[in-house]
Every structure is written in structure tokens, then in C-alpha cells.
């Protein structure tokens, strides 16, 4: 069946509050209605003279959803108030109440990752259920082979040829995943950002198959990597994406060592990461991993023929004995002196949602002398004041890493990612590293996202203007204070780094409009994380981590808890992870808060999770317990005293 809140045919007027001379021409509004249907139709006229502005399925808004908290505010903006973005895929919120800044306290200790246990009785019934599982499992393989050989004929031998899976390594696929394929791969539409259109789909054979209805449902979006929000169908991003292809076209149709450099890949060079491991270290090195670090950091540590070993997850005690047992041993069987020691953690860990200890594993590496590599593929734009991240979160200089890595498809909602390091290592890795050679180079519409957005974090430098004095007038008091412009300027893009034909507006081009979406984030992500912890929950990670792990636990706990948060009121997506991403024990649901999201959105997961939670008993944690109208009510207090 399609769900309740199916959306209707895309419609041509689109509510986004975006020109302040419109709005404030608007007469006095006696209800929201009335309100932002005049608003739908001054952005109507606004939008009238561009044809590129066209409507979007994922914009369209339903007579229906006149109403709907997740297409409209719940409270009507003033014509004070002006929003440059669709509520459904940046929600307006002008509140600056709600806003926190992400950085590490060193007044405080560092926040270890600590593991929370649950009840003996949680654990016994995770291992019957499995148990039960292998034993019918096993089972229905054993006579299915015998007796329904139709449905375990990719499992045979057929005519002469092996199975290319066995029945072990299939068996998780099938028993576990395929009993939930509702809850996974849920096939969407349009932008991911505050809100997202979900296709409507059921089974009749026992989730074998699924069957789109042609319904689509509006759901609250708290499980896309899209931190800051910049994965958004208009605004200034977009519109650059726009122009960069009628500039440049969708495709260089090249490598970037032969025909595949554009105006922007000179500008901005930006290339794929994943195979640059094998050309950083080889045989007679030694590979030190955190042992919680991404499948793509093992695979290419795999790749490189480095010896690997691994400690334990951000435990600095764990990795300064392993330290000294390896520059103490040397390598295996001679016990010559390793040509590099190289160890390789993440700031932001994607399933625990733990922040590196990067003060005491810089203390390591003065004493030891180890090459340092972090991937910040989740912790850049995430975490700092300035989304730089990790080493921006400890006010630490991103020179003292030797190689810092990160992605584009996440806060930056485009896709690749980048190497930073010396020119030397990285003038290495240009030849060295298979994706130099061999990887097509970055499309340039994505390029065009990646610069935009990139610039709107940094800020762009504006040529400086001819001064006669080194001294400025403060407008704060009439102060007069030394001006520093190469501090002020620091870490800024340079105008020069731009294309001429890339025009910011002003609010991305200054930095003002990015630093707002990190605070934003940062407030986000620390209610969530405190407000489910004080109703009882047991949360994971690091409270300015924008990803927040609930401990489910029981595997069959995980389809329903999808499917009663998709059945709340409004719909809620969320993603649940299991074996083999995670232990056997440990399933979880994991959300990802964003910069658009409101405080309200929140208070609506928590609220669902409340509600949820009590139903599946969830509530297994130690510490002192609100309800969920007073964690929604002191929510400000609530992230200031965590």
C-alpha cells in the first residue's frame, strides 16, 4: 500500500523564502496559510524570469501538505526573516539560541570511548536469537538442498561449475538481511537534505522481491552523511554547479595526467584517494591500524605488502606498547629496522561516532618518530569552529600530520576526495599512486560543488585595498587597534582561485553563511546525543560527533525499529547497522544529524526514539533520566552543560 502521506504530481509553485524586497511588500498575514501561500506566489514571480529554475519532484509540495511540519515551519517566518533555501531541504531556523561551537576544552579531560554494558538479560536473549537463527537456518539450507532444489541452485554445483558463493559466506545475506530488505536500500528521489521523498514499495513474498507502488512519502532525513547541508537543489552552490556546465561541460573524458585537466582542475587539484596507501609504503614497512579504522583503509593496507598490526580502538596505551614492541623487534625474522613506520587512524570513526585523541597520539610521535596518516573523511567540515576538522577541534596546526586525507561526499555533498601534505609527498603521489595515471579526473560540475562549497567553509580573501596607516578605527567603542592582514586573511581562499565566471553571493563568499550551518551542526549533533542519553538510551561516541550510534543490540529489534520510525508521525529514515559492519551484539541504529536540521526536527527524533524505545526496551542506560518533555525544554541548557 502507498503510504497516508503520498505526494501528489509535482506542482509549479515551490515555497522558498527567498527575496527580502517581495517579502516585505507582502500585507500583514492573519494565519500561516495565508502567509506562505503569498510567499509561494512572490517566489513564483521571482523565479519567473529564470528558466532554469524549474520544478523538482523533490520540491513539490502537495495542497495536502499545507499543514505538514516537514514542508512548512511550524512557525511562520516575519518579514524580518529572509531564507534562501527550501524548508524541506534546509530548515529554517533564525533562533541564535541554537547554535553551539564545536572545540575541545582543555580544561577537561578527553572524552575516552567508554563502552556501556546492558542488562545480562539483553545480552542472553541477542545470543538465543542468533542461536536460533544458525539452528533453522541451517536447517531450511540442509533440506531446501534435498527437497526444493530450484530455490538453492546458486548454492550447487550446476554442470561442472562451483557456486560462486557457499553456503556460509551467503548464509548472513540471506537469513538476516534478506528478512529486513524493506528496511535497507530504501530507493529514494530528489535532494538528501533536511527531509527526503522515499519510494513507496511492498513485498508479497516474504521480502524476496519488492514491488514499487508508485506512492511516494515525505520523510524526516536523519541518516545521510549531508553535514552541512550543502547537497541542496537551489542556492548558491547549485547555481554554480549550473554555470560550471555550460563552462566546462559534464565530463573531461580524461585522466588528469593526459587529457583531463579543465580550468577548475588547475585551480582547485583534487583527485581520488583510495589507492594511494600502496605508493606511501611497501615491503619492509610497517602499517599501524586502528583496529576499528574503514574496510577501505585495511584494503589498501592490504594492497601496499607493508606489514600490518593493529591496536586497540583509540586506546593510546594499546598503541604506545605496540610502538615499542615493533621499533623494538624490527621486522620479522631478520630484525632489521623498519624503512617506515606509518600508523593510520580516522578523526571521526563512522560507526562509533569517537573523535581521534590526536593531542596524545602527536605526544607518541614526537617520542617514537612515526609517520602519522589521518583520514577525515566524516570529521572535515564536521567538527572544529571552523569545520577544518580535527586538528581544528584541538586548535592544533595541520602541519604537524604528515598526510591528511578527506572526502567530498559528505559535508561537502559532492564526491571524491583530496591528499594533503608536503608538496614534495604529494608532487610523489601525483605519479606513484594508480589514481594519477589511471582514475578519470573529477567531473566538473562536481568540481564546481566541491569549490563552492569548499570556499564558502574558508571564506574568500577579497584583494587587500592600498591603506596609509597600519592602524584601523574598531567600530566597537571607537577602539583603534593594529591591523594584521596576513592573520585576517589566513587560511582564506584567494579571489585569484576562482573562476571569473563563478559569481558567490555575498553570505557563501564571506564564510558568514558556513560558519552558521557548523554552529548549527554542532548544536544539533550535542542535543541529540545528550537529550537520548538523559531518556535512558545508550549512546556511543563523542558528544560534538554528528554521528550518534543508539545500542540496539537484538538483530531482531532492527527491522522494527525502522518500521515504527517510518510509521511515526511524520515519517522518520532512519539506518540500522548489523554483522559483519558491526559485532554480533552490538547492532545499532545510527543517525546522522545535519546543519538543516531545526530544533524541532530533533525534538521530533527524540520523540519518536521516546516513544520507540519504550516499546522495543531500548532504555538501558546508567545515569540520571528526564522525560522527554523537559529534555525538549531545557534543550539549550542541556547542551551547554554536557
Same mark, same amino acid.
Given at each position: 500500500?502507498?503510504?497516508?502521506? @503520498? ?219 549531508? +553535514? ?94 605496540? $610502538? ?23 578523526? $571521526? +570513526? ?5 573523535? /581521534?585523541?590526536?593531542?596524545? &597520539? /602527536? ?13 577525515? !573523511?566524516?570529521?572535515?567540515? @564536521? ?17 604537524? &600530520? ?12 559532492? @564526491? ?97 553563511? !558556513? ?14 546525543? %545528550?537529550?537520548?542519553?538523559? $531518556? ?10 554528528? &554521528? ?9 529489534? /532492527? ?19 548489523? +554483522?559483519? %559492519? ?23 527524533? /527524540?520523540? !519518536? ?34
Amino acid at each position: 500500500m502507498s503510504s497516508p502521506i @503520498a505526494l501528489d504530481p509535482p506542482s509549479p509553485s515551490l515555497s522558498i523564502f527567498k527575496e527580502k524586497e517581495l517579502i516585505s511588500k507582502l500585507p500583514s498575514m492573519p494565519t500561516a496559510v495565508s502567509y506562505l501561500s503569498a510567499v509561494q506566489h512572490a517566489d513564483t514571480r521571482a523565479r519567473s524570469h529564470d528558466n532554469s529554475s524549474l520544478p523538482s519532484e523533490d520540491n513539490a509540495i502537495s495542497e495536502d501538505d499545507e499543514n505538514n511540519c516537514l514542508v512548512y515551519p511550524l512557525k511562520p517566518p516575519t518579514s524580518e526573516q529572509v531564507f534562501t533555501t527550501a524548508h524541506t531541504e534546509f530548515g529554517h531556523c533564525a533562533n541564535e539560541a541554537y547554535r553551539c561551537v564545536s572545540k575541545h576544552d582543555y580544561t577537561k579531560p578527553f572524552e575516552e570511548h567508554t563502552i556501556e554494558e546492558p542488562p545480562y538479560y539483553i545480552f542472553l536473549a541477542t545470543h538465543i536469537s542468533l542461536f536460533i537463527l544458525h539452528l533453522l537456518g541451517h536447517m531450511r539450507d540442509f533440506f531446501g538442498k534435498r527437497f526444493a532444489k530450484s530455490y538453492f541452485a546458486h548454492l550447487m554445483h550446476q554442470n561442472g561449475y562451483a557456486p560462486l558463493n557457499t553456503n556460509l559466506d551467503s548464509f548472513y545475506t540471506r537469513r538476516l538481511r534478506g528478512r529486513m530488505t524493506d528496511c535497507l536500500c530504501q530507493p529514494v528521489t530528489g535532494v538528501p537534505g533536511r527531509t527526503i521523498v522515499i519510494l513507496d514499495r511492498h513485498s508479497t513474498d516474504n521480502n524476496y522481491t519488492q514491488i514499487c507502488t508508485g506512492g511516494k512519502t515525505r520523510a524526516l532525513n536523519i541518516s545521510s552523511y549531508n +553535514y552541512l547541508g550543502f547537497s541542496q537543489g537551489h542556492g548558491g552552490c547549485s547555481d554554480a554547479v549550473k554555470e560550471s556546465i555550460r563552462q566546462c561541460g559534464v565530463s573531461t573524458c580524461g585522466t588528469r595526467l593526459e587529457s583531463g585537466s579543465s580550468e577548475l582542475h588547475t585551480l582547485w587539484d583534487s583527485r581520488p584517494t583510495s589507492t594511494f596507501i600502496p605508493a606511501l609504503v611497501g615491503n619492509g614497512s610497517l602499517i599501524i591500524s586502528d583496529e576499528l579504522n574503514h574496510a577501505s583503509i585495511r584494503i589498501g593496507a592490504r594492497q601496499s605488502g607493508a606489514h600490518v598490526r593493529v591496536f586497540k580502538h583509540n586506546d593510546m596505551s594499546s598503541l604506545e606498547s605496540l $610502538l615499542r614492541e615493533v621499533i623494538s623487534q624490527g621486522q620479522p625474522k631478520t630484525h632489521r629496522s623498519w624503512k617506515k613506520v606509518l600508523v593510520i587512524v580516522e578523526g $571521526l +570513526y563512522s560507526m562509533e561516532g569517537t573523535v /581521534l585523541n590526536l593531542p596524545k &597520539i /602527536l605526544e607518541l610521535k614526537q617520542i617514537y618518530k612515526f609517520y602519522l596518516y589521518i583520514d577525515e !573523511a566524516h570529521s572535515i567540515g @564536521a567538527l572544529g569552529p571552523h569545520g577544518r576538522g580535527v586538528t581544528d577541534y584541538f586548535n592544533i596546526s595541520p602541519s604537524s &600530520i604528515d598526510v591528511l586525507m578527506g572526502t567530498f561526499t559528505k559535508s561537502f555533498g559532492a @564526491a571524491g576526495g583530496y591528499i594533503a601534505g608536503p608538496k614534495t609527498l604529494i608532487d610523489c603521489l601525483r605519479l606513484r599512486g594508480h589514481s594519477g595515471p589511471y582514475a578519470e579526473a573529477i567531473a566538473p560540475p562536481v568540481l564546481a560543488q566541491i569549490v563552492a562549497s569548499m570556499a564558502s567553509i574558508m571564506g574568500v580573501a577579497l584583494a587587500p585595498q592600498p591603506i596609509n596607516s597600519k592602524f584601523s578605527l574598531s567600530p566597537a567603542g571607537s577602539i583603534v587597534m593594529p591591523r594584521n592582514s596576513e592573520k585576517e586573511l589566513l587560511g582564506m581562499v584567494p579571489a585569484s582561485s576562482l573562476p571569473t565566471w563563478m559569481n558567490l553571493p555575498p553570505a557563501l563568499a564571506d564564510g558568514s553563511e !558556513a560558519g552558521m550551518r557548523i554552529r548549527r551542526l554542532a548544536f544539533n549533533s550535542r542535543y541529540l546525543h %545528550a537529550g537520548l542519553k538523559k $531518556l535512558g538510551f545508550i549512546i556511543y561516541g563523542h558528544s560534538f560527533s554528528p &554521528i550518534v550510534p543508539l545500542l540496539i543490540f537484538n538483530p531482531g529489534k /532492527l527491522p522494527m525499529f525502522v518500521r515504527m520510525m517510518r510509521a511515526y508521525s511524520p515519517p522518520i529514515v532512519v539506518v540500522v547497522v548489523s +554483522y559483519p %559492519a558491526t559485532p554480533f551484539e552490538t547492532a545499532r541504529a545510527r543517525f546522522c544529524p545535519s546543519a538543516s536540521h531545526t530544533k524541532e526536527d530533533i525534538d521530533t527524533v /527524540l520523540r !519518536a526514539c521516546d516513544e520507540v524505545g519504550g516499546i522495543l526496551d531500548l532504555k538501558h542506560g546508567s545515569g540520571e533520566r528526564w522525560g522527554i518533555n523537559m529534555v525538549c525544554e531545557r534543550a539549550v541548557e542541556l547542551v551547554r552543560s554536557v
